[in-house]
């Protein structure tokens, strides 16, 4: 087994089983946040490549469907043991075009696996349903069946297990795909065409193509031959591809922006809530959907709280992701960096302090000092915006209604944590918090059994758990007459 990512640096679009360039030959540079340094290229595609890879899933899925669940759940179970066999040698690969610590890339090619393996499951549970009829003589039986050419465009800050959501229902399903994934992550998208193909997955099944987003993305919705869009990212770019894929009526799943609230009641256990509120906030440095983007502490705790975060956060080893030991690696690019910068600025302008860190880190490049900030304020910018990296702002509450009123207060509403010992407080808020995602003395919460998705502007649908396969099925009513009974 070798640790070389080179192995699945594959610089091709994948369709209909053929791996190809751009049609016109253009290339996109990929580089290594950590080093500045081009890794590879990329094709830079557009509408047409798109189009005959819609038209490849299209011809595929016409006998893909009719393969049996078993044929299915053998094919993602082969998927699960290529994926664990190459572990390393991808997580290499993750950290080298994304820049998070060789541990975070582990762990993420292991969520992939993980999800393959829950779909090889599932795919065996998607019962319809028989129902009690109100005719003497006819039945009423409800089947799933798979709902057809499925598209999946993923972000940059899981570039492998975002796809894993996808991919691993949609085969489970018997739906085929074509992926874009992110332009600045591609490698490990493409290396999940990669692993189908080892598999033995039909050709066709799994399409990718890399290239201009606005072009594959107003092809994916306007071709009517696609009927499902599975998106994670921004909630700009949400809603874009929900109003383009209003016109041919796709089924669409969102997995979009959030602003989680972390909130610590005077009654936590303070190391606990530390320790959660290090690993919600720094991860993939903050660069997460379910990063704590507002820390709310109540009045009593506020100041320990404060200080013990940022004794933690001065501790972190910030480096090259693929340096063991590495615990923050860089920001994605130069402008992740100046949007940190500005929303430091604006804080400090507004009465914020800074307890820890506020600059560039000194390794230079897209390094940053991982960032707490005192006596944050509602009129700070990061109390509406998504921050995207590692600044921690801490306000203040004083009761508990506060703290829900100011948790819920935003459009978001994805990820939530807070910290109590209280059960009756655990119910109350639980219920009062208006997330999709809720973790109770966790920060990090997120399983391939339990259903993950956001609701108001964070999201539509849910991937994993039971819940996760639904969205890949046509639900059909049939109704069978003149038995005759
Ligand atoms: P993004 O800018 O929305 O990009 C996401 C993907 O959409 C990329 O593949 C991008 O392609 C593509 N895209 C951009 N414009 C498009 C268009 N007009 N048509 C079709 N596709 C288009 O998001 P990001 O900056 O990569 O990721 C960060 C965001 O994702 C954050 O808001 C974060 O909260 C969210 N996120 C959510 C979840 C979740 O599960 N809810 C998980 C992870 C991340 P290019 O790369 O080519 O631009």
Redesign the pocket.
Known sequence: MSDNPEKFLKQANLIAGEWVAADSGETIDVNNPATGDIIGTIPNSGREETRRAIEAAQESFESFRKTSVLERAQLLRKMHELILENQETLAQLLSMEQGKPLAESRGEVGMSAAYVLWYAEEARRTYGDVVPSPWADRRILVTKEPLGVVAA??????PSS?LARKIAPAIAAGCTVVA?????TPYSGIAWGMIAQMAGVPAGVVNVVTG???Q???E?TKNPLVRKIT????????K??IKQSAATVKKVSM????NAPFIIFDDADIERAVAGAMAAKYRNSGQ???CTNRFLAQSKIYNKFVERLAEESDKLVVGNGREEGTQQGPLIDEKAVESVESMIEDAVKNGGKIVAGGKRHELGGTFFQPTVIANAKPKMRFTRE?I?GPIAPVYRFKTEEEAIELANNTEFG?ASYFYTQDLGRVFRVMEGLKYGLIGVNEGIITTVEAP???LKE??LGK?GGHQGIEDYLDTKYVCIGGLGL
């Not at 465009?153 to 899981?158: L, Q």
């Not at 874009?180 to 600045?184: F, G, N, V």
């Not at 998106?231 to 949400?238: A, D, R």
């Open positions: 465009i993923t972000p940059w800050n899981f975002m874009k994934p992110a332009t600045q201009s987003a606005s594959i993305g107003g994916l998106f994670t990212g921004s909630t700009e770019v949400g874009l591809l997995e979009l922006g959030g997460t959907c379910v998504e995207f994805l993950f998705g956001g964070s999201g991937e």
